[in-house]
């Protein structure tokens, strides 16, 4: 599912600079396949200082031109690149649905360590050469649904979460998964004194079973593409069947623990956001109903409502590792 820039003249000013401060400028325009097309328009641009792990982008470069399309992709249509990149949530860069696009220009993802720390036989600072190395991207297009009632259809690129996992050797102590986002007031201008809104580090979790589930992607890209900065570079997660939230950006560390670790929006309000956060139909945020999501693109004139789906359409997959449990109580 790759898209072509939008015609032959110059890429859109949302698609060039984030990448073009951390990629070589060559190897970023092979990524988002614009070779020999605008190339005049970034002639201009100033070269970049030399990557301290020089290695990584071609690494992912490599992996993103080899991969395959996964089979059981959903058939809806998936919400345009432009909607994908430009109407996020990401509080580091600010907390207005367009201050990611617009805060994160500057974003340089070199250098990225991911810290893998606790019930693990192979704890560690990883490289991303390290994470990416053995594992091949798939295209896989799943529904996407926000807490807030929107929701969007994304052709991500990624691998499953359990191959990175296993990699590390959990212990049997190990019965959750706890992830960070990076702190660095320098690269996300919403952790810089007097502007925070919410505690950093950002912090998610998923039960062991859930984190090892086929589903649930570490993702490096999007239609194709590196993620770009906004989208959570250099990587991040994708739970298709929980509350975005759920689907922690930007990733720096990963723990593993014995006790249910307390996300982020836990902290702030636990009776309105919890652990699970599966996407359920039948129960409403406290503020909100959740049995119908606006589908994004739309506009005030075609809101584009449509039902909400339990587990967000991936109930069959997913509903054995919740059976028992009371999903109402369980939020
Ligand atoms: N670190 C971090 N991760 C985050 C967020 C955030 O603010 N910070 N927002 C979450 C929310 S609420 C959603 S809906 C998704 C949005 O992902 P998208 O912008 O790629 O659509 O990212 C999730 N991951
Ligand atoms: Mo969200």
């Given at each position: 599912m790759l898209i072509k820039s939008q015609d032959k003249t110059e890429p859109k000013s949302y698609e060039i600079t984030p990448e073009t401060r951390y990629w070589s400028r060559r190897d970023w325009l092979k990524s988002v396949g614009i070779m020999g097309a605008g190339l005049a328009a970034l002639n201009a641009a100033p070269s970049f200082a030399l990557a301290q792990d020089p290695n990584w982008q071609a690494m992912l470069l490599d992996k993103l031109s080899n991969r395959s399309k996964w089979p059981h992709s959903t058939k809806e249509t998936p919400t345009p690149y432009k909607d994908v990149v430009t109407y996020n949530n990401f509080y580091e860069f600010g907390t207005g649905k367009d201050d990611?696009?617009?805060?994160?220009?500057?974003?340089?993802?070199?250098?990225?360590?991911?810290?893998?720390?606790?019930?693990?036989?192979?704890?560690?600072?990883?490289?991303?050469?390290?994470?990416?190395?053995?594992?091949?991207?798939e295209d896989r297009i799943y529904r996407f649904r926000c807490v807030e009632a929107w929701s969007m259809v994304v052709p991500w690129v990624g691998f499953p979460l359990a191959d990175l996992l296993k990699r590390f050797e959990p212990t049997s102590k190990a019965k959750y998964v706890r992830f960070e986002t990076l702190v660095d007031p320098d690269r996300f201008p919403a952790q810089r004194f007097g502007r925070s809104t919410i505690p950093w580090p950002y912090v998610e979790g998923l039960r062991m079973d859930e984190a090892m589930h086929p589903l649930t992607l570490m993702v490096v890209g999007v239609y194709g593409k590196a993620l770009l900065p906004q989208s959570g570079a250099p990587l991040r997660l994708m739970v298709p069947w929980k509350y975005g939230f759920k689907s922690i950006k930007s990733i720096v560390k990963i723990q593993f623990v014995e006790k249910e670790p307390k996300s982020t929006w836990q902290q702030l309000a636990s009776q309105e956001y919890g652990f699970f956060a599966n996407v359920n139909p039948e129960v409403d945020h406290p503020r909100w109903s959740q049995k119908r999501e606006r589908r994004l693109p739309n506009s005030i004139w075609d809101p584009n409502w449509m039902p909400t789906q339990k587990f967000n359409g991936y109930e069959e997959q997913v509903a054995p590792l919740y059976a028992g449990m009371n999903l109402r109580t369980n939020y």
């Open positions: 990611p696009v617009k805060n994160s220009q500057d974003f340089r993802v070199d250098p990225w360590r991911v810290k893998v720390e606790g019930e693990v036989g192979k704890p560690g600072n990883y490289t991303l050469e390290d994470i990416f190395r053995p594992h091949a991207l």
